[in-house]
């Protein structure tokens, strides 16, 4: 199995709900990643867990959280958004974070912050 | 930025031709990759190509690389419409193990 899946696929939320984003892989990965990508710009790396602990936080807003309850799961916890914020919201993982493995991305989930 | 710029940022061709995209980047690498975006969509891993490593293939894709230049290119023979969609470009940041830096991408769009 070699898919990466993202839960929801669409996601609409004011600015002062609470909601998450869920990402899961069956590859055995120990690598994962939250990427933001806003409309016709490259994936921004946003966070990056390796062995169940984040080692990249790319100075992203405390109104992201991000957590990886296992080794097959990441959530993204999301709180007092911005509409600045709306994007494709992409998930990926690899092999290990060691070292430059090609990366497994789900499909997304398009957030749109009213 | 570490970010690599990537030229052209469109492309448009007839089916049955090549396309090229070409990609240059600022820092020391270990690789580069390439993925392919269809619209609104993940990415999908196209190669990778290690620093030591100047020209690699996959199927209909050819990949070059010049680490003195910090660049790189990507060769698509016999396209397709179904190639139509978004190329990118990614190094690794050394020492910085599982990061990549992506380029601004290359808009391949291929006619029937």
């Known amino acids: 199995d070699t898919e990466v899946t993202q839960t929801p696929k669409h996601l609409v939320m004011g600015m002062t709900n609470k909601k998450s984003l869920k990402c899961e892989q069956h590859?055995?990965?120990?690598?994962m990643y939250w990427y933001k990508q806003k409309a016709k710009k490259p994936p921004e790396l946003m966070f990056v867990?390796?062995?169940?602990?984040?080692?990249i936080n790319e100075s992203v807003p405390s109104r992201f959280s991000p957590e990886c309850p296992n080794s097959s799961l990441l959530n993204l916890h999301l709180h007092a958004l911005q509409p600045e914020d709306s994007a494709l919201y992409l998930c990926?993982?690899?092999?290990?974070?060691?070292?430059?493995?090609?990366?497994?991305f789900g499909p997304g989930t398009r957030l749109t912050v009213t | 930025s570490q970010q690599g710029e990537e030229d052209p940022q469109a492309l448009s061709i007839q089916e049955g031709e090549n396309a090229t995209m070409n990609c240059s980047y600022k820092?020391?690498?270990?690789?580069l990759q390439w993925y392919r975006q269809n619209s609104g969509r993940g990415l999908v891993h196209l190669i990778l190509?290690?620093?030591?490593?100047r020209e690699k293939h996959s199927g209909r894709l050819r990949v070059t690389l010049d680490t003195s230049k910090k660049s790189s290119s990507l060769l698509i023979t016999a396209s397709r419409a179904a190639d139509t969609a978004s190329y990118f470009c990614?190094?690794?940041?050394?020492?910085?193990?599982?990061?990549?830096?992506f380029g601004q991408g290359t808009e391949l769009s291929v006619k029937p």
């Open positions: 190509i290690r620093s030591n490593e």
């Open positions: 590859m055995g990965h120990r690598a």
């Open positions: 990614a190094t690794d940041v050394y020492n910085q193990g599982g990061k990549l830096i």
């Open positions: 990926a993982s690899s092999q290990t974070g060691a070292l430059s493995y090609e990366q497994y």
């Open positions: 867990y390796s062995y169940e602990k984040l080692s």
């Open positions: 820092t020391s690498i270990n690789n």
